[in-house]
């Protein structure tokens, strides 16, 4: 579904809730939309500005789902057949995002100041188009702090795509952001790709995705954005931060790229998309995207069924893998492929295709039932690790440098005497489940 259509989808099925009451983006709206737990939601009357702001659309694995117009439980198969065959977007004359041509002033828009403790209002839904100069277009997501009237600080993490390509040009960057759009490209731009791999074309293959050349700068955006801001990445460096992250800790101050915007563009009527740093749909839009990257990995090497970057890890740090095992070792060679597959994942748990792994309970029932930590924990020292773990050892500039540990929680093949355990010794492993009983039998209402 494109952005308009997926919010009329959510109006029409009642799951979109409407703020006609006048909300301040300055502190007040971020601090809502969190007491509303990132439901969906629009706010009709902004204070300062005429744009309506929608937050929390994509907060949820069912809403990206159904989004993509698949179910919940296909997510991680769809991204993976969409990685693996992107399909080229065709390329319009005219499209909905450029119905308006207006002059640059970012103090119009309703970018969130979203804490006091932050540096700034920030724009944390926009999606930062580029090219590089020897792998063609990258799409990714970068925070941009409002400095004044046509400038941003934006953040770029050192070795992503963005960064790569602001490195290889001696001078200034073009850029285009792109606010207001669909599961498809958000999700699309939170992948990693190897380079050359268009994210653009891999939004097109999860659904239709026609883009349009920018009026002032030569790349190509998606056609149904609602807002585009067409500019340049300068080589003047400022203070960016402090802005809360992932890891729902505030991230620090680092001196990061000053962007300036020379052409605004935007559909009749447009909406402005926001995001709530640290909440579940920055997690989400972060985490799912991995998810067929450590599938694919694990599966190279045993049986995987599916994988799930838990919330509680930030849908980062910690991943959950569910194996099939037909050997003993299955277990600790899907760990190693976890590291590979995300190498940001801090801790792996691995576990049977009994347990649901969408169930913290659950999760703890196999660790303890299952594994014993001399032989089933594997501990690796200073890896190569995630920039967003605040217990992890930074140096500006470099790769952080962090521990990581692999749980192996499936049922033990091997008994203490390493002795291989009979089908009906691993049988008993399995939770005994009380049979099913037809409720209405027995009470009437
Ligand atoms: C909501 C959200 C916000 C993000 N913010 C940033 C950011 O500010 N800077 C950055 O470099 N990456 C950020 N990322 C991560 C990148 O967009 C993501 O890792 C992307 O896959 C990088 O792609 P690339 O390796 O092709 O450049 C963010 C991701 C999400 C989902």
Redo the contacts with the bound molecule.
């Keep these: 579904m494109q952005f308009r259509e997926f919010l009329h989808m959510l109006q029409q099925t009642g799951q979109l809730l409407t703020v006609s009451q006048e909300v301040d983006p300055h502190l007040e709206m971020a601090a809502l939309i969190h007491r509303l737990g990132e439901q969906p939601v629009l706010f009709q009357r902004v204070k300062g500005s005429s744009y309506p702001v929608v937050a929390g659309l994509c907060a949820q694995r069912s809403l990206l789902a159904s989004g993509l117009g698949v179910t919940r439980e296909e997510l991680l198969f769809t991204l993976a057949r969409a990685l693996n065959n992107p399909v080229p977007p065709p390329l319009l004359a005219t499209a909905p995002c450029q119905e308006v041509i207006e002059e640059v002033n970012l103090y119009k828009l309703p970018i969130l100041m979203h804490l006091p403790s932050d540096g700034g209002p920030y724009v944390?839904?926009g999606i930062a188009v580029v090219k590089d100069p020897e792998f063609g277009r990258?799409v990714?997501?970068?925070?941009l702090m409002r400095l004044d009237a046509t400038h941003f600080a934006v953040?770029?993490?050192e070795g992503?795509?963005?960064?790569a390509a602001w490195q290889k040009t001696g001078g200034d960057l073009e850029i285009a952001i792109c606010i207001g759009n669909s599961p498809a490209v958000l999700l699309a731009?939170?992948?990693?790709?190897p380079p050359g791999v268009d994210?653009l074309a891999i939004a097109n293959a999860l659904m239709p995705t026609p883009l349009v050349k920018c009026r002032t700068v030569d790349l190509e955006v998606p056609a149904n954005a609602e807002i585009v801001l067409e500019g340049h990445i300068t080589r003047q460096l400022v203070e960016e931060g402090p802005f809360l992250d992932l890891t729902e800790t505030m991230d620090m101050v680092r001196r990061q790229p000053v962007v300036e915007i020379h052409c605004m563009t935007h559909r009749q009527d447009a909406y402005y998309q926001a995001?709530l740093p640290g909440g579940l749909e920055?997690k989400l839009?972060?985490g799912l995207?991995r998810e067929p990257t450590i599938y694919a990995e694990v599966q190279k090497v045993c049986d995987c069924v599916d994988v799930l970057l838990t919330p509680g890890g930030g849908s980062w740090l910690h991943a959950v893998v569910q194996i099939r095992k037909h050997g003993p070792d299955d277990g600790q060679l899907a760990i190693q492929a976890a590291f590979r597959g995300h190498t940001s994942v801090k801790h792996v748990l691995v576990v049977d295709d009994d347990i649901n792994i969408y169930d913290p309970v659950e999760l703890e029932w196999a660790v303890a039932t299952r594994l014993q930590a001399d032989s089933d924990v594997v501990i690796l020292s200073n890896q190569g690790g995630s920039s967003l773990d605040p217990s992890a050892w930074h140096v500006p500039g470099e790769k952080s440098r962090t521990a990581k540990m692999g749980l192996d929680a499936t049922i033990p093949w091997r008994k203490p005497s390493g002795e291989l355990r009979s089908e009906e010794e691993r049988a008993a492993f399995r939770k005994v489940r009380y049979p099913a009983v037809p409720l209405e039998k027995y009470i009437t209402k």
């Design positions: 944390t839904a990258n990714s997501f970068h925070r953040r770029l993490v992503r795509g963005t960064h731009a939170a992948m990693s790709p994210e995001l920055h839009l972060m995207p």
